[in-house]
């Protein structure tokens, strides 16, 4: 068993370096939103967080779909990496979400389309891990998640159409305010330092992945 | 084999175990029939209310019975190895899910034909003179809960906690034909002016190709060994 790369520190560094600043600019150096105030701050956590996870899902795709046509271990590594560290990165976004929503909507939780997909979402996520969980043989673990991560993304956006449906059926939507390019900064900043601490999360996950694995196949000769 | 004469005969094997052992048809009924009694119960004896919302209160029913028969659907192969024998004999193991699928929306629309008239009596609802719509919603709404259903029902085949796996897996994914299914219903049932049911019915085809397609397609993976 090889040593971690040295890649992976230094973007262990990166993703550090790069969070203390994202964090310091959206908390001290953007001007509080004139309507929102200081709560508006969390949305320089929240918006990161939901675009990582949202990234996080589209790699579980793309690690399943590779899975399934070169049957290369490696990728559904890969995928489980993405998809755990997803999970933390969709349960940030609506923890965060609910926070914003008591002061500035009066309530923790409404059904907003993209509130409601996003829990959804993370039921999928959740039953990702779970479907790997109980099962024991890696090749059938990860085929089955692997379809679990296909059928998962393809449904996402007619989930979010259905529920963007019914809610408007009921009451108009609310149009979201057009963001300032200070605003908009701090989120791809951010949105930088949260796709370096996924990255290096989702490396370290897969190389411990790959150990278990390693150790998962000595231990059935060995005994 | 062909695929045609494949699927007829799974779908025909599987209806005649049924007509003769009735096992899973009367049980999947009464326990229909109990969950809406128990949500009445948990509700209140207030109808207009229960009125109100019995089109949820119906789809609910039907996706839980749903769900309990589908642990059910691969029993019969499952005691004698029948599976195996099924996925090895020669020609195309999509068979085996068209044929699966076939029964299990077989199973559940007879079930409705009579949970429907059964929840009219119990919440006072129309459904006589809208028969006709309301059949259509109800066989788009069993396509689309039975394509994902008996597909996730044949992954979940042989893990430990199926019982479990299976409905934390398939509730997300019922999202749209459970919405589709819940408000076109209602809408038809109140007589449905602005014509907005004819939007849930878009959805609940798109949903229904869109996941026969998929599901289809990728079943061979779901059960190779």
């Known amino acids: 068993m090889g040593r971690s790369s040295p890649l992976v520190g230094w973007l262990g560094g990166a993703a550090l370096t790069l969070m203390l600043i994202g964090s310091a600019i959206g908390l001290f150096f953007v ?18 967080a939901a675009w990582t996870a949202f990234v996080a899902f589209f790699l579980v795709f793309i690690g399943s779909v590779l899975y399934l046509v070169q049957r290369d271990p490696r990728a559904d590594r890969f995928a489980a990496a993405c998809a755990e560290v997803g999970v933390v990165f969709i349960a940030l976004t609506l923890a965060t979400g609910m926070l914003w929503g008591k002061p500035t909507w009066g309530v923790w939780w409404t059904w907003d389309p993209r509130l409601t997909t996003t829990a959804l979402l993370l039921a999928v996520f959740v039953g990702y891990l779970a479907i790997r969980g109980f099962s024991d043989d890696p090749d059938r673990r990860a085929r089955w998640s692997a379809v679990v991560g296909i059928l998962g993304f393809i ?9 963007v449906w019914w809610r408007t059926l009921h ?22 330092a949260f796709l370096l601490v996924f990255s290096y999360l ?7 992945a790959r150990i278990e694995a390693e150790l998962e196949t000595r231990q059935a000769y060995d005994v | 084999m062909a695929l045609g004469s494949r699927v007829a005969a799974i779908v025909w094997k599987d209806l005649l175990i049924e007509v003769r052992t009735k096992a899973s048809f009367h049980s999947m009924l009464f326990f229909a029939a109990l969950v809406l009694f128990v949500f009445s119960f948990a509700i209140g004896p207030d109808t207009p209310l229960l009125k109100r919302i019995a089109a949820g209160l119906l789809w609910v029913a039907i996706i839980f019975t749903g769900i309990l028969s589908l642990s059910r659907t691969y029993q019969a192969e499952e005691a004698g190895g029948g599976l195996e024998g099924l996925r090895m004999a020669p020609g195309d193991p999509r068979g085996i899910y068209l044929g699966k699928l076939a029964g299990n929306i077989l199973l559940l629309l007879a079930m409705e034909t009579i949970l429907f008239p059964a929840s009219a009596v119990l919440f006072q609802l129309e459904i006589a003179r809208n028969a006709l719509p309301l059949a259509g919603i109800a066989i788009l709404g069993t396509i689309g809960f039975s394509v994902v259903g008996t597909f996730y029902a044949a992954l979940t085949l042989n893990l430990r906690a199926r019982e479990i796996l299976l409905p934390l897996l398939l509730i997300p994914a019922l999202v749209p034909p459970l919405l589709g299914a819940v408000n076109s219903t209602q809408l038809v049932l109140d007589g449905n002016p602005l014509g907005e049911a004819a939007v849930w019915v878009r959805l609940m085809v798109a949903y229904d190709v869109t996941f026969f397609v998929v599901c289809t397609w990728i079943f061979p993976v779901a059960v190779e060994e």
């Open chain 1, 31 to 48: 001007a509080a939103d004139a309507e929102q105030g200081e709560v508006q701050r969390l949305m320089y956590v929240h918006v990161p």
């Open chain 1, 155 to 163: 449904q996402v956006p007619i989930v979010y159409l259905s529920v």
């Open chain 1, 171 to 192: 009451q108009p939507p609310s149009s979201p305010r057009s963001v300032s390019s200070e605003i908009l900064w701090t989120w791809m900043l951010n949105f930088l």
């Open chain 1, 202 to 208: 989702a490396a370290r996950r897969a190389r411990l």
